[in-house]
């Protein structure tokens, strides 16, 4: 009975507005598609088909460096005394790179587990999952032994993927079934709890605050869970993504590796926010059209001349452009006004 009125739950819940907005970081065509992120001290390491690369999140127009080469589809990462451990799916064992090294190799962990898919640290040690075997596995990294011991064993065919800790209890994500579990650390031996059902593929999972964000991969998009309600519901936070395999934070910003890209939200925007926050006008200078460009609801608008006497005002909606064709030659300034209010400037030639 619970599975069916989480699922009501959820599809309700689909259907509502979304509060946040998505904008591209950097593009990643073909065989370079994102899968696993990790960030930490605003770099972002992403795993590919075949490398571990990164990005400092605090450029600009980020481009993407590679760090390690040469691997077998690596999956998750997390970082402990600066080493980045990284889950080898290919290879069924989990590796680590050194950081201080500029030409770092690989070092290898434990070689159990099948297909070792996410990772996350508790201590020294080092839980993960194993999708195709699964089960998840927990490993003592200060242990002389490459032997990593079975945490749990799931359904056959559930494939256990995305994984985090918080407070003591592990969660996981049941990509062939749709839901996410928890289990106390302290009692492997207990029956796992079902937090949600209802997902249509969840992979990765990642707490903030009480608020456990899971990427849907084939839903396409984003949802929360807050773990301290009864009974837990899944609300949307992002729709219409393309297959979003992980997710990762910076305060506020969501990171989402997509198909051939890495994307980011705002949590903290409303719709309206982030159309006034991240608008762009072209072309600047113009001659009789102003194009809007990242606007994402309709918004009440007026034009200036530099004496500040109002010469036009409108409703732009997205996809529309604003006529200034009347203007004379020169400076003005254009106001737009949502939750938050912004004024920029432009050229009538």
Same mark, same amino acid.
């Given at each position: 009975?619970k599975?069916?009125?989480?699922s %009501?739950?959820i599809?309700?819940l689909?259907?509502?507005s ?6 591209d ?5 073909g ?5 696993? %992120?990790?960030?930490?001290?605003n ?6 088909a075949?490398?571990?690369s ?7 127009d980020?481009?993407h460096?590679?760090l390690?080469?040469n691997l077998?589809?690596?999956?998750g990462?997390?970082?402990?005394d600066?080493?980045l451990?990284i ?7 989990v590796?680590?790179v050194?950081?201080?090294d500029p030409?770092?190799?690989i ?7 099948n297909?070792?898919?996410m990772?996350k640290?508790?201590?020294?040690? %080092? ?5 195709n ?10 242990s ?6 079975t945490f749990?064993?799931?359904?056959n ?19 062939n ?6 289990l106390d650390?302290n ?12 997902l ?7 707490f ?8 849907d991969?084939?839903?396409d998009?984003?949802v929360?869970?807050?773990v ?5 519901i899944?609300e949307?936070v992002?729709?219409?993504?393309n297959?979003p ?6 305060g506020?910003i969501?990171?989402i590796?997509q198909?051939?890209k890495?994307?980011?939200i705002?949590?903290?925007l ?8 991240n608008?762009? %006008? ?13 606007l994402?609801s ?9 004496n500040g ?6 409703v732009?909606s997205?996809n529309?452009n604003?006529?200034v064709?009347?203007l ?11 939750v938050?209010?912004?004024t920029?400037?432009f050229?009538?030639?």
């Amino acid at each position: 009975m619970k599975k069916i009125y989480t699922s %009501l739950i959820i599809f309700a819940l689909s259907i509502a507005s979304v509060f946040s907005q998505v904008t591209d970081v950097v593009l990643l065509p073909g065989s370079n598609q994102p899968k696993r %992120l990790f960030l930490v001290d605003n770099i972002l390491y992403f795993s590919q088909a075949t490398k571990i690369s990164y990005i400092d999140i605090t450029e600009t127009d980020p481009v993407h460096t590679v760090l390690i080469s040469n691997l077998n589809s690596p999956g998750g990462m997390e970082i402990k005394d600066n080493f980045l451990y990284i889950a080898h799916f290919g290879d069924g064992d989990v590796i680590k790179v050194d950081l201080d090294d500029p030409t770092p190799s690989i070092i290898d962990v434990t070689f159990f587990g099948n297909t070792p898919n996410m990772l996350k640290f508790n201590g020294n040690d %080092l839980y993960f999952t194993d999708n195709n075997g699964n089960r998840i596995y927990k490993y003592d990294i200060t242990s002389s032994s490459p032997t990593a011991e079975t945490f749990v064993n799931t359904p056959n065919n559930s494939s256990p993927i995305g994984i985090d800790i918080k407070d003591g209890i592990l969660y996981y994500s049941q990509a062939n079934m749709g839901n996410i579990l928890k289990l106390d650390l302290n009692n492997p031996n207990g029956t796992p709890i079902e937090v949600v059902s209802g997902l249509i593929r969840p992979i990765g999972i990642e707490f903030k605050g009480n608020d456990l964000y899971v990427a849907d991969v084939d839903g396409d998009k984003i949802v929360k869970i807050d773990v301290t309600q009864s009974p837990t519901i899944a609300e949307d936070v992002v729709t219409n993504l393309n297959l979003p395999t992980d997710i990762t934070f910076d305060g506020d910003i969501m990171y989402i590796s997509q198909l051939n890209k890495i994307s980011k939200i705002d949590l903290s925007l409303s719709v309206d926010e982030f159309s006034t926050n991240n608008i762009v %006008l072209y072309p600047n200078p113009t001659k009789d059209y102003l194009t809007i460009s990242n606007l994402q609801s309709d918004l009440n608008f007026d034009i200036s001349d530099v004496n500040g006497r109002v010469l036009k005002k409108g409703v732009v909606s997205p996809n529309t452009n604003i006529d200034v064709s009347s203007l004379s030659h020169g400076y003005y300034f254009i106001t737009f006004d949502g939750v938050s209010s912004i004024t920029k400037k432009f050229i009538k030639n």
